[in-house]
């Protein structure tokens, strides 16, 4: 938020989420980066077939061990990569490891 004077006001920090992307059908699934809005220094790198679904669970303390301490959720998406049906489940997740930020 920028402050009538100029200056950014640091107490206000949008995060992004999901609502403020329109996703379309994705044929094939989703490889994405999410990272902990708590501790952003912390980030995960998957691949599934519902994003939205995903993100829930993963907010909600479910999913893969590094991301479910209780300490790092809440979890944004940052990034994804969509429509991979051309590939198969095993070279998605060799795309995740991959994936450099």
């Given at each position: 938020?920028?402050?009538s004077s100029g200056k950014e006001d640091s107490r206000h920090v949008h995060v992004p989420s999901?609502?403020?992307?329109?996703l379309q059908k994705s044929d094939g699934g989703y490889v994405y980066l999410i990272r902990s809005t708590v501790f952003p220094e912390k980030v995960y790198i998957g691949c599934t077939e519902n994003i939205l679904f995903l993100v829930h669970e993963h907010n909600n303390?479910?999913?893969?061990?590094?991301?479910?301490c209780s300490d790092c959720i809440l979890w944004c998406v940052i990034s994804f990569i969509?429509?991979?049906?051309?590939?198969?489940?095993?070279e998605?997740?060799?795309?995740t490891s991959q994936w450099e930020f």
């Open positions: 938020m920028v402050l999901l609502g403020d992307t329109m303390g479910h999913g893969a061990q590094s991301v479910t969509r429509n991979l049906g051309h590939l198969t489940k095993r998605r997740e060799l795309l």
